[in-house]
């Protein structure tokens, strides 16, 4: 664990923490499973649906339920310190680093797995995404904005708020509430994709955690999710 890391006060209780991703689960799985084929049928592709319907109708109401926590949780830390967010050291890179070859080679394996099985890995929206031409290079430019809004605004709330609490409330069991519930919250893109997800299920919030850092947490995040898009838009997927 990084010495000098901080916790908010822990908190009575962590229901409103697992409503808060059970919740976002809920509307994840609408907009897979009704928003999007509801866009597909006017002619929207659907991972240009997904990204479209996920900004207003998933990331924002969980920023907003996140910042409601922090709002009514008290305690006297400054910013950076509540969110972990302070500046990483050499041995916290070092460290994210490790941990994401390690994820990435679980992962690949993973889909391996899924092959054997007979499972698709991708996500309902991504299963049928044509290589990008250069009448659809937008796209990019649409992920360009979905991305970090994706990856900061996931991070934020379920490392920088309720990661702490979970280990202000549970000590060092919180990452595995937080991978199980982060689990929940993807349960509407299939079983093949959670499949190839535990990995970064468990690693993610596990190293934020022992690091106190949700940039490190940003940095496996994206690590992942960047090539995995790249993938799809040219076909490797």
Known sequence: MR????????PRSLAPDVALFLGGGILVWGVVHAGVPAL???????????MLLTLPFVFFPILCGGLWLLRVEGGDAGWR????LRRPTARDWASGLVALVAMGLA????????????????????????PLGVGRLWIV???????????????????????????????????????VLW????????PGNLLVLVPTLVLVPWLAQRRRSTWLAVLLHAGLSGPGFAALALGFA
Do not use: T
């Not at 010495?3 to 822990?10: K, T």
């Not at 899924?114 to 044509?130: K, S, T």
């Open 141 to 179: 430019g649409l992920w360009a904005v979905y991305w970090p809004v994706n990856i900061l605004g996931e991070e934020l709330v379920w490392r920088g708020i309720l990661l702490p609490r979970m280990a202000a409330r549970l000590g060092g069991g919180g990452w595995a509430l937080n991978a």
């Open 40 to 50: 597909a049928r006017e002619g929207v592709e659907p991972m240009v649906a997904w």
């Open 81 to 84: 310190e509540r969110l972990w």
């Open 3 to 10: 010495p000098g890391g901080s916790a908010p006060p822990a």
């Open 183 to 190: 689990g929940a919250f993807h349960v509407g893109f299939g």
């Open 107 to 130: 992962s690949g394996a993973m889909f391996s797995l899924c092959a054997a099985v007979g499972l698709d890995p991708n996500p309902p929206f991504a299963r049928h995404v044509e």
